[in-house]
């Protein structure tokens, strides 16, 4: 069920501007720029690299701790490798040599 429109004196019904019966507006100007003549990357040498610097910095407490923690696991794990790789190893774990 649709809500009726008011009426305005005179018999003109006012609702949404094209519909017929709508009062005609008057004195409203609108601007447009060509597409050609915008510019999308305006200011974004100027402000662009330092607002990236800017929000890189902000994050790097978030990021750095778990670099951190990856090259420690990283590099733990490759020692114990290289180390289970080694005759000393095999020789202390019974393990027999190739």
């Known amino acids: 069920m649709q809500p009726t429109l008011p009426k305005l004196g005179g018999g003109k019904w006012f609702g949404p501007p094209g519909h017929s019966g709508s009062l005609t507006q008057r004195g409203v100007v609108t601007y447009q720029l060509s597409p050609y003549q915008q510019r999308p990357l305006a200011g974004a040498m100027k402000k ?8 890189t910095s902000q994050q790097l407490p978030y990021v750095i701790p778990a670099f ?7 590099s733990y794990g490759n020692g114990e490798h290289a180390y289970m790789a080694t005759k000393e190893y095999k020789k202390l774990h019974g393990e027999d040599e190739e």
């Open 68 to 74: 951190v923690l990856f090259y420690v696991t990283y």
């Open 48 to 55: 662009g690299i330092f607002n990236v610097f800017r929000r």
